[in-house]
């Protein structure tokens, strides 16, 4: 259990270096956490401590309600939602969220980015939709983010006036997600600036995700 705890925080610790690195956070907005494997616990950011300022023993670990169990500071002000995710998907092992801008702007306009290239079908499985308002600091978020997915490919989800939450099998997962919908987002956003954009049939869109999720990549690759 012990090296189970440490090797989340080391792993939550080293994801987040993606996040400015990819341009998707500004100063400390944003945050990534994982659940820790065999317990009903998760890693997940310290509120307010800037990037660079990160370290593995500054980790928060939170049980499944987001009550802090160990480490320094108080865990990120979205940890309740967080911990509703894991509560409720137990096939979600990692979450990221992010005010990254292009995402964000179709967040802040309440509309779904439109399933209308091959790279969003592979990654998204369909449009990437729009989750409710809610209000930051208990569960409610967590609660938008599990209704809207529920039935959906996306492992992303634009919440609707604040920003992105995107889901994984593993944190891992879940970062390369924050980084897939800002760069469709910003895509998307280039092609409308010079007229309409075509939707994918929903059977190409299935095939396409099919192939992308089952055959694409190295055997075994995570
Ligand atoms: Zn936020």
């Not at 400390?28 to 956490?33: C, I, L, P, R, Y």
């Not at 023993?57 to 320094?72: F, I, K, P, Q, W």
């Not at 978020?141 to 919440?159: H, Q």
């Not at 998307?188 to 694409?216: C, E, F, K, M």
């Amino acid at each position: 259990m012990r090296a189970a705890v440490e090797a989340a925080k080391a792993d939550v610790c080293a994801l987040h270096a993606y996040l400015p690195a990819a341009e998707l956070v500004a100063w400390t907005s944003g945050n990534v956490s994982a659940r820790v494997p065999g317990a009903d616990l998760m890693v997940i950011k310290p509120s307010g401590l800037e990037y660079a300022d990160l370290t593995p023993a500054s980790m928060v670990v939170c049980d499944l309600y987001g009550n802090r169990v160990e480490g320094d500071y108080a865990p990120s002000s979205d940890t309740g939602s967080h911990a509703y995710v894991y509560r409720h998907r137990p096939d979600v092992n990692g979450v990221v969220h992010t005010h990254s801008p292009y995402a964000t702007s179709w967040a802040a306009r309440a509309e779904a980015i439109p399933c209308c290239l091959t790279a969003i079908a592979d990654e998204f499985g369909g449009d990437i939709p729009v989750g409710p308002f809610a209000l930051i600091g208990d569960e409610a978020i967590g609660e938008g983010i599990v209704e809207t997915l529920e039935g959906s490919n996306s492992p992303a989800v634009l919440m609707r006036n604040h920003g992105v939450f995107t889901i994984g099998a593993s944190a891992r997962a879940a970062v390369k997600a924050a980084v897939m919908v800002e760069d469709a987002a910003r895509t998307v956003h280039l092609a409308r600036l010079l007229g309409p954009v075509t939707r994918l049939d929903d059977a190409d869109i299935a095939s396409l995700h099919d192939r992308y999720t089952n055959v694409y990549g190295q055997k075994g690759a995570k």
